[in-house]
């Protein structure tokens, strides 16, 4: 079975743009989720999906949005970019929404310049 | 929110050598998973471990719960094993993880 995907694998902005991120969870998964990875850091939680609704939301501004289509694939969109932006993209599936274990996708590395 | 600190932040080993990462978190979890980032950003799962101790090839990891740390091991490391070990953790069951800041890990022939 195919894993995590997400596309683009990179991307270059300018300030003000908008961005749509893409991913596709591993087959049977209902949940999908997003981290945001800066450089030095470890990922920090972003959004929640599961079954197309939002089930949790992390300390992100709403400039940052997303959404779940039926075969379970998810965008994230992000308005008005920032240069504090520029991080590496990751999604996760998983089975459960509830405490599972999550596959993360290789990611999409965002540069706003 | 949980707290979760990675030791040592960075580690130089020889091929051969082995090593022990360190998780350390604030409040009792559901979930606790280890995850290996190659040098092209993905996390590979290396454990799902939110007790007890598994084994993996090389590889090994323990976590203590009741005393809030998690363990990995790496025996006889080779130069793929480079690169940012992370230790994530969840704790109310709504599947969001919180992760360390990482241990940065070079094997060097």
């Known amino acids: 079975d195919a894993g995590v995907t997400q596309s683009p694998t990179h991307l270059i902005k300018t300030r003000g743009q908008h961005v749509t991120l893409r991913c596709s969870p591993i087959?049977?998964?209902?949940?999908v989720s997003w981290y945001q990875q800066v450089l030095g850091q470890g990922p920090q939680f972003i959004f929640q999906?599961?079954?197309?609704?939002?089930?949790g939301r992390g300390n992100f501004p709403d400039r940052f949005s997303a959404r779940q289509f039926p075969n379970y694939s998810s965008e994230l969109n992000v308005n008005a970019l920032l240069l504090g932006d520029s991080a590496l993209y990751l999604c996760?599936?998983?089975?459960?929404?509830?405490?599972?274990?999550?596959?993360f996708g290789p990611g999409t590395r965002l540069t706003v310049l | 929110g949980i707290q979760v600190e990675q030791s040592p932040p960075d580690l130089i080993l020889q091929e051969g050598a082995n090593s022990t990462l360190r998780c350390n978190f604030s409040d009792s979890v559901n979930n606790l998973q280890w995850f290996h980032q190659n040098p092209w950003g993905q996390l590979i799962n290396l454990f799902y471990i939110p007790s007890g101790t598994k084994q993996n090839g090389r590889l090994s990891a323990t976590t203590v719960a009741t005393e809030r740390y998690s363990l990995l091991y790496i025996s006889s490391s080779q130069t793929t094993d480079s690169g940012v070990y992370f230790c994530a953790v969840e704790r109310d069951g709504n599947n969001r993880l919180a992760f360390g800041k990482g241990n940065q890990v070079v094997v060097i022939p």
């Open positions: 996760a599936s998983s089975w459960r929404r509830s405490t599972d274990t999550q596959y």
């Open positions: 999906y599961y079954e197309k609704e939002e089930r």
């Open positions: 087959s049977g998964h209902k949940s």
